[in-house]
């Protein structure tokens, strides 16, 4: 498996996007940091996959520097 | 129960100090605590003599190490103190993690049956002192063991050591070929050579603590993240013989030692955890932990073995537990090369093979240093994260790291290892410990493989496979299972080995393996794994 940087969510990709955003809404700095980090952790045990979940803290990382 | 007395080993003017003949002996041995003291078992068990030197002369101040893993109870057994360390040892394997007050989940170390040792013993490390200084009377010409004997410097040539001692009659110098450097975490020798001693300290300060109180708690590990009785902090409890339970409480970084020590503060704090049981105090103290080692564990003919060598936080239990892969690993190579049967180079596989062994355990302690202690901020936020999930996710469970226990090293990359065939489709694997299981004896009694495996080479027999005694190097043994001799009484044997004719060395790892065996496949094996002289 590769990471797939190809668009991939459909026609709810909005709603999705804002919905997230909704979960950290009243939250403090310190619960969504947690909420993020276990999103994450839920996110790459449904991957699975190392070299795929590699390569997606490397993206994430190199889009820093842009 | 009477708490453990203190008996101190009585002090001997050595013979090089009272003019009797000065002694030498092929391997010096300094530091007498338990590894130290299992080198030199486990050398006589190939007979090869020793002199032990230690500056002190009672058993461990403390109970220190206390949960032995399976393999090292396998290398007790081998050394002859097994049964008793079992017998007297609170038997566990399984540990229970706790967020708040909450059990989050438990682990299981040792899931299958048909081994003779448990996952874990905990036994103060008091005893099983006691129990090898015992066991070294049994070996009174090999074993040569001076209390209030104290190395003062070590000097080394082509042709031997020199180490002066320091004794409280005046000084003298003991000769040999090699030496132990088994002095411990603040070792001279490992000063006086000038080695770094590289790793990371972590600030963080615990208080650990030895109580004495009737209780009925189960013989399990309990660990707490942030319970309520000590919030904000991780606490473990732990079993102990004698009625006594081991109790470390993390206190961050800014806690003064001292302050903490005394009785008062450490009381109250106590309380909380047994909640209201009545105890008493039989060992305290506040300590910080290192994960550390020497870059080379052999330095021409000083080498170094146990905590001289590597420390790391007490987490794991792989301090004292990692010192005995040590011991194990060294000494049947130490006494082929000290009689001449196995060239110096045989040495270099200790380095290698212990240095492999050593930054697994400090990776596996540092990492559930991390875990315990976070920096705040995303790795708090990480950390805590999945601690929540761990509740109702199964997959969090695994990453919750309160301890990585541990378990035998696996040598499988390790360049004494001869043939495997990839035919193979079992549990056992080329540079694994040897898996346990039970047998019954020809006469019908029960029995373990274990026990008839290790001390010297041997080649082990399974399922369908044959062996021509005929192609049997010297000095191998051959241990059959199944064909008219032992039995396979659970089939476990079979379960674990499949079919085969298996190499197995004295410290209990296969090293080869083959479905059909010839002379020459055996023989380069052999040769391959003991830098042989002769062959
Ligand atoms: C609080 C605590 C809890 C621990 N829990 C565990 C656990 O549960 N499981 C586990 O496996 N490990 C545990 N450990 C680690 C374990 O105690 C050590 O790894 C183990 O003691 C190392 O044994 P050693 O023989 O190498 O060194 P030591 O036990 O330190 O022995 C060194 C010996 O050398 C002697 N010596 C030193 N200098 C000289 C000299 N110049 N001349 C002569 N003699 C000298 C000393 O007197 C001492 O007897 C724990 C440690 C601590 C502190």
């Given amino acids: 498996m590769s990471l797939n940087i190809d668009f991939n969510l459909g026609p709810d990709s909005d709603k999705l996007f804002n919905e997230l955003l909704g979960a950290h809404e009243g939250l403090s700095r310190e619960q969504s940091e947690q909420l993020n980090a276990g999103l994450i952790l839920i996110l790459m045990n449904h991957i699975g996959d190392p070299g795929t979940v590699r390569e997606a803290i490397t993206r994430a990382r190199a889009a820093l520097d842009r | 129960?009477?708490?453990?007395?203190?008996?101190?080993?009585?002090?001997?003017?050595?013979?090089?100090?009272?003019?009797?003949?000065?002694?030498?002996?092929?391997?010096?041995?300094?530091?007498?605590?338990?590894?130290?003291?299992?080198?030199?078992?486990?050398?006589?068990?190939?007979?090869?003599?020793?002199?032990?030197?230690?500056?002190?002369?009672?058993?461990?101040?403390?109970?220190?190490?206390?949960?032995?893993?399976?393999?090292?109870?396998?290398?007790?057994?081998?050394?002859?103190?097994?049964?008793?360390?079992?017998?007297?040892?609170?038997?566990?394997?399984?540990?229970?993690?706790?967020?708040?007050?909450?059990?989050?989940?438990?682990?299981?170390?040792?899931?299958?049956?048909?081994?003779?040792?448990?996952?874990?013993?905990?036994?103060?490390?008091?005893?099983?002192?006691?129990?090898?200084?015992?066991?070294?009377?049994?070996?009174?010409?090999?074993?040569?063991?001076?209390f209030k004997n104290r190395l003062l410097s070590v000097s080394q040539d082509e042709a031997g050591v020199a180490a002066d001692i320091e004794t409280p009659d005046g000084p003298y110098t003991l000769r040999g070929d090699y030496l132990l450097a088994c002095d411990g975490a603040n070792s001279r020798i490992r000063r006086q050579f000038g080695l770094d001693f590289d790793g990371r300290h972590f600030e963080e300060r615990f208080l650990i603590a030895d109580v004495e109180m009737q209780a009925d708690f189960p013989s399990e590990r309990w660990f707490w993240f942030t319970p309520t009785f000590h919030p904000g902090q991780s606490a473990l409890l732990?079993?102990?013989?004698?009625?006594?339970?081991?109790?470390?409480?993390?206190?961050?970084?800014?806690?003064d030692p001292e302050e903490e020590k005394k009785p008062e503060n450490v009381i109250p704090r106590?309380?909380?955890?047994?909640?209201?049981?009545?105890?008493?105090?039989?060992?305290?103290?506040?300590?910080?932990?290192?994960?550390?080692?020497?870059?080379?564990?052999?330095?021409?003919?000083?080498?170094?073995?146990?905590?001289?060598?590597?420390?790391?936080?007490?987490?794991?239990?792989r301090g004292g537990n990692g010192g005995m892969h040590d011991v194990d690993n060294l000494c049947w190579k130490l006494a082929r090369v000290v009689t001449g049967q196995s060239d110096a180079t045989l040495l270099e596989s200790y380095?290698?093979?212990?240095?492999?062994?050593?930054?697994?355990?400090?990776?596996?302690?540092?990492?559930?240093?991390?875990?315990?202690?976070?920096?705040?901020?995303?790795?708090?936020?990480?950390?805590?994260?999945?601690?929540?999930?761990?509740?109702?996710?199964?997959?969090?469970?695994?990453?919750?790291?309160?301890?990585r226990l541990s378990v035998p090293c696996r040598l499988t990359g390790s360049a004494l290892n001869g043939d495997d065939d990839p035919a193979f489709d079992v549990p056992q694997q080329v540079g694994m410990v040897a898996l346990d299981a039970p047998l019954t004896t020809p006469g019908g009694d029960a029995d373990w493989l274990?026990?008839?495996?290790?001390?010297?080479?041997?080649?082990?027999?399974?399922?369908?496979?044959?062996?021509?005694?005929?192609?049997?190097?010297?000095?191998?043994?051959?241990?059959?299972?199944?064909?008219?001799?032992?039995?396979?009484?659970?089939?476990?044997?079979?379960?674990?080995?499949?079919?085969?004719?298996?190499?197995?060395?004295?410290?209990q790892h296969v090293t080869a393996r083959w479905k059909a065996a010839d002379a020459d496949g055996i023989r380069t094996a052999l040769s391959l794994c003991t830098a042989s002289v002769t062959a």
């Avoid at chain 2, 732990?238 to 806690?255: E, M, S, T, V, W």
């Avoid at chain 2, 955890?273 to 020497?294: E, H, Q």
Wanted: hydrophobic share 40%.
């Fill in chain 2, 450 to 507: 274990m026990r008839h495996l290790g001390g010297g080479f041997t080649l082990l027999v399974t399922g369908d496979a044959t062996l021509d005694d005929a192609i049997v190097p010297d000095g191998v043994t051959v241990l059959r299972i199944g064909s008219g001799s032992f039995h396979d009484s659970e089939g476990k044997v079979a379960a674990r080995y499949g079919s085969g004719v298996y190499l197995v060395r004295p410290d």
């Fill in chain 2, 238 to 255: 732990h079993k102990q013989p004698d009625n006594i339970y081991r109790i470390d409480l993390q206190l961050g970084p800014d806690a």
């Fill in chain 2, 351 to 403: 380095n290698d093979e212990r240095v492999y062994g050593a930054d697994e355990n400090i990776s596996n302690s540092s990492w559930t240093s991390r875990f315990m202690s976070p920096e705040p901020g995303v790795e708090m936020a990480f950390r805590n994260a999945a601690l929540s999930l761990a509740v109702d996710t199964p997959f969090a469970r695994r990453m919750v790291n309160a301890g």
């Fill in chain 2, 1 to 146: 129960m009477a708490r453990y007395q203190y008996e101190p080993f009585p002090y001997v003017t050595p013979p090089e100090l009272d003019g009797r003949a000065p002694r030498s002996a092929p391997v010096i041995i300094v530091g007498a605590g338990p590894i130290g003291l299992a080198a030199a078992i486990d050398l006589a068990t190939h007979g090869v003599p020793s002199i032990v030197v230690d500056d002190n002369n009672v058993v461990s101040v403390g109970s220190r190490a206390i949960c032995w893993a399976k393999r090292s109870l396998e290398i007790f057994d081998r050394l002859g103190i097994g049964d008793r360390m079992l017998a007297k040892g609170v038997t566990w394997k399984l540990g229970r993690v706790y967020r708040g007050d909450q059990e989050v989940y438990n682990f299981d170390l040792l899931p299958e049956d048909g081994h003779k040792f448990p996952a874990f013993i905990n036994l103060q490390q008091y005893y099983v002192e006691e129990y090898l200084v015992e066991r070294c009377a049994d070996y009174p010409d090999l074993i040569d063991l001076r």
């Fill in chain 2, 270 to 317: 106590i309380e909380k955890v047994v909640g209201g049981r009545p105890f008493k105090l039989d060992w305290v103290s506040v300590y910080s932990f290192n994960c550390r080692r020497i870059d080379r564990f052999v330095h021409d003919r000083v080498i170094f073995v146990g905590d001289s060598a590597h420390v790391v936080s007490p987490f794991g239990a």
